[in-house]
């Protein structure tokens, strides 16, 4: 079973930081899109980043755009999302998910493989 290993949630006031970390398996990570998803209870996940492998594209949603960056690092096979200016509404489970398309298609129909979620709580 392919894992892909999700960290870095917690708790934060509004303004504050964290910064989440996907690791995966080498394979998935050279030849897959990996990407961050978030839910809340009763909505339906919410694409919010990607980096695609197939040629490299990066994929913001505009919630988030201007606070939170996606980035890699190669060496680790490890992909994180860097997040800043935290609000509320930010509030949700982060998922990181791997897509065999290579590309970022934001929609977590095409996603083959998923991580545990992380939570991720900010409070006003």
């Known amino acids: 079973d392919v894992q892909l290993q999700a960290s870095g949630g917690g708790s934060v006031q509004a303004g504050g930081s964290l910064k989440l970390s996907c690791t995966v398996p080498?394979?998935?990570?050279?030849?897959?899109?990996i990407g961050w998803f978030r839910q809340v209870p009763e909505k339906e996940r919410e694409g919010v980043s990607c980096i695609g492998s197939s040629n490299g594209s990066t994929y913001i949603a505009d919630s988030v755009k201007g606070r939170f960056t996606i980035s890699s690092d190669n060496a680790k096979n490890t992909v994180y999302l860097q997040m800043n200016n935290l609000k509320p509404e930010d509030t949700a489970v982060y998922y990181c998910?791997?897509?065999?398309?290579?590309?970022?298609?934001?929609?977590?129909?095409?996603?083959?493989?998923w991580g545990q979620g992380t939570l991720v709580t900010v409070s006003s």
């Open positions: 998910a791997a897509d065999p398309w290579g590309y970022c298609s934001g929609s977590e129909a095409t996603q083959a493989y």
């Open positions: 080498e394979f998935y990570y050279e030849h897959y899109a």
